[in-house]
């Protein structure tokens, strides 16, 4: 099992005594007044190349740290380079090539941000696993603006990630945490820039050394990750672009488990794409409200659609903050990791690039045959024709980085685009064919200004539109074969 396992859970502040309490933390833990430095462009350059260069003081003496990622986060290996500095100012020497290629001059590298924190580590050992506890609680200050940070990592240093999952569930089980999305840098750079109303899907960080499954371990890291960064704004400021993003991060996830369901078939993989269609669904509620909310002009309806929306978000934070949604990211991570047939199906000799290829090729087909004519099709199966749409434009994205050469490159943004058109005119349809319902659910018929929810248009003109749409995506070449 690796050894490099490691949970981030975010706790809250007064929840911190309740954690000290919990026997695997009654041992004298070591303490440690750590202050870091972040040093970076003032345009961020080093960040945005996946770099983070930080200076760390502790017990007065301090120590410098160069951090390059791997794939998905920058050019360059990843990499990590410490050495000991005399004070508060970077030594450079050494790395200008690396910074140059980031496009990053040496004189522009200053101080952005700091992380002022209290550690407390613990080690705990019990039959013959050893973890790693720590509890940072402190402060991210950049400039005027600060943001707390309360968390515990906890990091398998030997034996069974059972043990170290069963440890996080006894905390879950005590307290209200959930899995930590953001780093202590990640938090320092956003507190330097405006803060975002949501946050989009980031690239997959895949290559082709991932083995099938471990590529599925990337891609469900990245769509959870979505979810929880939307999820944390969405509790902060119920803005609907959060909601909408964190939605989509639970959409790519669900078809992450459709599109690798020959490999997932574990019980715990079955509960856990339920457990996600639940979760969806409470969002997709609150969704609906948010689209609604913009096409209302008579000010008693949105005043009306106000009210509503106002009890649905107070209701969807609650069902956010439950025992049930809090665990899912929890459960998610241990399947991941302890999963025995996953494991099985880790051994297989298929690369991802082959894998890839083939599911690719397979979503193709179903969108071909769901969209043979769509103006044949009843609203259901027309329906099932736009989430195969889905379905092929998130595989697409997944394995993009897999096909990387100049003219896959060329293939894909001209698949994209042509996706793009297709999902904007299924939706459109879609609208047409719900519009109807939704109001009725929300009794509004009666309503004045009503018929401005509801969808408009010439159905015959948009069933052309989407047809031709489709085929076109059909006729696009395939970007994952560029022999083909």
Aim: net charge positive; aromatic share 6%; charged share 30%.
């Amino acid at each position: 099992m690796n050894a490099e396992i490691e949970i981030k859970l975010e706790i809250a502040p007064d929840s911190v005594e309740a954690l000290l309490a919990l026997p695997s933390f009654s041992a004298t833990p070591q303490a440690l007044v750590r202050r870091s430095i972040y040093f970076d462009t003032p345009a961020r350059a080093l960040f945005s190349a996946g770099i983070v260069l930080r200076i760390r003081e502790a017990g007065g003496q301090h120590t410098q740290s160069v951090k390059a990622a791997g794939p998905g986060k920058g050019p360059f290996p990843r990499q990590e380079w410490e050495m000991p500095v005399a004070g508060q100012r970077p030594v450079l020497d050494g790395f200008a090539a690396l910074f140059a290629e980031a496009g990053a001059d040496l004189p522009e590298i200053v101080p952005l941000f700091e992380v002022r924190n209290h550690r407390l580590l613990w080690t705990i050992e019990e039959n013959g696993v050893r973890i790693e506890a720590a509890l940072d609680r402190g402060l991210v200050v950049a400039g005027e603006r600060q943001a707390p940070v309360c968390e515990i990592e906890l990091k398998l240093g030997q034996g069974d990630a059972d043990t170290l999952f069963a440890l996080a569930r006894q905390i879950g089980g005590q307290l209200p945490v959930r899995i930590g999305a953001l780093s202590k840098a990640e938090r320092g750079f956003r507190l330097t820039e405006a803060q975002p109303a949501s946050i989009k899907a980031e690239p997959v960080a895949l290559s082709a050394d991932h083995g099938v499954i471990g590529g599925f371990r990337a891609i469900a890291a990245n769509c959870f990750r979505q979810f929880r960064l939307n999820e944390d704004i969405l509790l902060h400021r119920r803005h609907a672009d959060a909601l909408h993003q964190a939605r989509v991060g639970l959409r790519r996830l669900r078809s992450a488990f459709t599109l690798y369901k020959d490999r997932l078939v574990s019980p715990e993989s079955r509960r856990l794409k339920e457990e996600l269609r639940w979760l969806a669904a409470a969002l997709g509620e609150v969704r609906d409200l948010d689209v609604l909310m913009r096409k209302a002009r008579q000010d008693g309806l949105r005043i009306k659609l106000r009210d509503i929306r106002a009890q649905r978000y107070a209701a969807l934070a609650d069902l956010l903050k439950s025992s049930r949604a809090r665990a899912i990211g929890l459960d998610l991570q241990a399947w991941l990791h302890c999963d025995a047939d996953m494991a099985l199906a880790e051994a297989e000799a298929e690369t991802v690039t082959e894998f890839a290829t083939a599911v690719l090729d397979g979503r193709r087909r179903k969108l071909r045959k769901h969209g043979a004519s769509l103006a044949d099709l009843d609203d259901a199966p027309r329906h099932e024709a736009r989430k195969a749409a889905k379905k092929l434009r998130y595989a697409a994205e997944f394995f993009a980085p897999l096909f990387s050469d100049k003219r896959s490159q060329r293939r894909r943004r001209q698949f994209t685009e042509a996706m793009e058109e297709l999902q904007d005119r299924l939706g459109a349809l879609n609208d047409l064919a719900t519009g109807h319902a939704l109001v009725d659910a929300l009794e509004l018929d009666s309503h004045p200004g009503v018929e401005d929810l509801i969808a408009t248009g010439d159905r015959d003109e948009l069933l052309r539109a989407a047809q031709n749409a489709l085929d076109a995506v059909i006729d696009a070449k395939r970007f994952w074969r560029t022999k083909a």
